[in-house]
């Protein structure tokens, strides 16, 4: 079952950036879930505020490989979930599980091993996101189609300008894969670009993808400046070129 989106979704910003600017916390953001749930809560209502209709949970990096006890992967997800959908439901948003690429030997059982636990926490809308390859999450994305049909799922890879992800997979077939195997109801681009190079490669994603189409852009290209890493592109003329 593919959902028809009646709408544009405007999905909220990079929450670990955010996060470390208020908190400069190096730790892994999603640990927040369960030390500091309150901000976490707050960020996400800011973003609500700022108009973003669409949460991601702040879960991105929660996989077996970053978080190896099962038992706290499971309370941060679990947390993570729940955090996004009370500020959800004060807006009237719909909220993403979200996970991050995964590059480790495993990634297949830890892409399914999250799919599991928010499909038994009651997620109904995924987000997998900034990945570089579409194969090792396939079997999640069946779990999710047997277990709950009605899922809508979108699926965004992270590529260069050049338009291929840092496995050297082409965005084209990656899109092309992704609309025909019909367990994505979205496919598209987040990470990595600013929006004014993400258009550039819109125009090829259309063509051979017949799904709805994501772009979360960073504000701008990445540039390293006294050992941080910053993005150039004002809020007011990133608004503009989306």
Avoid at 4 to 20: C, H, K, R, V
Avoid at 119 to 143: C, I, M, N, Q, W
Wanted: glycine share 8%; net charge negative; hydrophobic share 45%.
């Amino acid at each position: 079952m593919r959902h028809a989106f009646q709408a544009p979704l405007w999905f909220d910003g990079a929450f670990g950036t955010y996060y470390f600017s208020l908190t400069g916390d190096e730790t892994p953001c999603e640990l927040a879930n369960l030390k500091n749930p309150a901000l976490v809560g707050q960020i996400h209502r800011e973003y609500l505020k700022a108009g973003a209709t669409a949460l991601k949970t702040n879960t991105f990096a929660a996989n077996p490989g970053t978080l190896p006890d099962p038992e706290q992967l499971g309370t941060v997800l679990q947390a993570g979930l729940e955090i996004a959908q009370k500020a959800a439901a004060e807006h009237g948003a719909e909220v993403f599980a979200d996970t991050g690429g995964i590059s480790a030997a495993d990634a297949e059982q830890f892409y399914l091993t999250v799919a599991e636990r928010f499909l038994d926490l009651g997620a109904t809308s995924f987000l997998f996101e900034t990945l570089p390859s579409y194969e090792e999450l396939v079997p999640a994305l069946k779990r999710i189609r047997q277990r709950k049909p009605e899922s809508k799922i979108v699926v965004s890879f992270a590529v260069s300008q050049d338009g291929y992800t840092r496995r050297g997979l082409s965005h084209r077939a990656l899109a092309g894969i992704a609309a025909a195997d019909g367990h994505a109801d979205a496919v598209g681009f987040n990470c990595g670009l600013g929006p004014e190079q993400m258009k550039n490669l819109l125009p090829q994603l259309t063509v051979c993808c017949s799904l709805p189409v994501v772009v979360n852009a960073n504000a701008g290209l990445p540039v390293v400046v006294n050992g941080q890493t910053v993005f150039n592109v004002a809020p007011e003329e990133f608004a503009q070129s989306v």
